[in-house]
């Protein structure tokens, strides 16, 4: 069974920095395209970034792209989120899914995810 399990979320003042990150299990990682996904509360699914196998293609939601970094490491079977500026509308529960992704597709294996809320 595929294992995703997040961590690194907490609470920030606006403009502060977060590193979320994923450890994944039960699956060969290193083959695998991976991918953040976000929900705000009273909100649906939002598409924030994936990440090739590799990690030499990456993809960013027009509302995170020069704020949001992308990662993973192989060797460690990890993936990760660098948050940075954060605003109070990135407020979320910050979810890793296994495959890639878009604004018009959301991987349906994803993990419990990791609270973040920015608020000063």
């Known amino acids: 069974e595929v294992q995703l399990v997040e961590s690194g979320g907490g609470l920030v003042q606006p403009g502060g920095s977060l590193r979320l990150s994923c450890a994944a299990s039960?699956?060969?990682?290193?083959?695998?395209?991976m991918t953040w996904v976000r929900q705000a509360p009273g909100k649906g699914l939002e598409w924030v970034s994936s990440?090739?196998?590799?990690?030499?293609?990456?993809a960013y939601a027009d509302s995170v792209k020069g704020r949001f970094t992308i990662s993973r490491d192989n060797a460690k079977n990890t993936l990760y989120l660098q948050l940075n500026s954060l605003k109070t509308e990135d407020t979320a529960r910050y979810y890793c899914?296994?495959?890639?992704?878009?604004?018009?597709?959301?991987?349906?294996?994803r993990g419990q995810g990791t609270q973040v809320t920015v608020s000063s």
């Open positions: 990440i090739s196998p590799s990690g030499a293609d990456t």
């Open positions: 899914a296994m495959g890639g992704g878009s604004s018009t597709w959301i991987p349906p294996v």
């Open positions: 039960a699956f060969t990682f290193k083959y695998s395209a």
